[in-house]
């Protein structure tokens, strides 16, 4: 079946320092989508990428979807402690419906 | 956007008694909700699809008389913890997709504990 493999697993940083996370998927997708879930909380739905190549912004973060829509990535530029949290990212395609996710990447920023 | 709720937020129950779980679409109608259910420290993990007016699609490995989905209406449907134990205790989060929609929806998840 569909698999999305998502990397690193856990991610340290300083404060400043960029970050990124990466998913892979083993079949095509026809979307790709980005969820943060703070400590304690809830997946949040930051994003979904559609188009291939496509490349999104919203502020500090920076989303890409491949140009075989079977990979994206998620940039985060000059972290704050704000942006700590697990992102990840789940993929919708091969024929099915269900949204697989990703094992998600988490953040811990140092002050 | 669409938003999707999930009641009760939080709930501790004892072993052996039944929780059950709502999921609702509140401003669109939802012909498909998604069950998760997210381990400590791990990803969502499907349960379940269920389709409004028919038998939920269980995944592999989740038990169906254990875990009882409903679908009756186009912005309801809810999961029923049967003869809960502390294995059970997890946070369950339901997502809802409507006709003209191209994402699910995510509800804000319920945290079981079974003591």
């Known amino acids: 079946g569909q698999q999305v493999m998502q990397i690193p697993q856990y991610q340290h940083v300083q404060e400043g320092e960029d970050f990124t996370t990466y998913c892979n998927s083993s079949?095509?997708?026809?979307?790709i989508q980005w969820y943060k879930q703070r400590p304690g909380g809830h997946p949040v739905f930051l994003i979904q990428?559609?188009?291939?190549?496509e490349v999104k912004k919203q502020k500090r973060l920076t989303f890409q979807f491949g140009e075989a829509k079977k990979n994206s990535s998620l940039h985060i530029t000059a972290t704050q402690t704000t942006d700590v949290g697990t992102y990840f990212c789940?993929?919708?395609?091969?024929?099915?419906?269900?949204?697989?996710f990703g094992k998600g990447t988490k953040l811990t920023v140092n002050p | 956007g669409a938003v999707v709720s999930q009641h009760p937020s939080r709930v501790i129950c004892k072993s052996g008694t039944s929780v059950k779980i709502e999921c609702r679409s509140l401003?669109?109608?939802?012909?498909?909700m998604f069950w998760y259910r997210q381990f400590p420290k791990q990803s969502l993990m499907l349960m379940a699809t269920?389709?409004?007016?028919?038998?939920?699609?269980?995944e592999q490995g989740v038990e169906k008389d254990k875990f009882l989905i409903n679908h009756a209406s186009l912005t309801l449907s809810t999961l029923t913890v049967t003869s809960a134990h502390p294995e059970d205790s997890s946070f369950y989060i339901c997502?809802?997709?409507?006709?003209?929609?191209?994402?699910?929806?995510f509800g804000p998840g319920t945290r079981l504990l079974v003591l």
């Open positions: 997502s809802a997709e409507g006709w003209l929609e191209e994402t699910q929806y």
């Open positions: 401003d669109f109608q939802a012909t498909t």
């Open positions: 990428l559609v188009k291939s190549g």
């Open positions: 269920s389709n409004e007016g028919s038998k939920a699609t269980y």
């Open positions: 789940a993929g919708e395609g091969g024929g099915s419906e269900k949204l697989v």
């Open positions: 079949t095509t997708l026809s979307n």
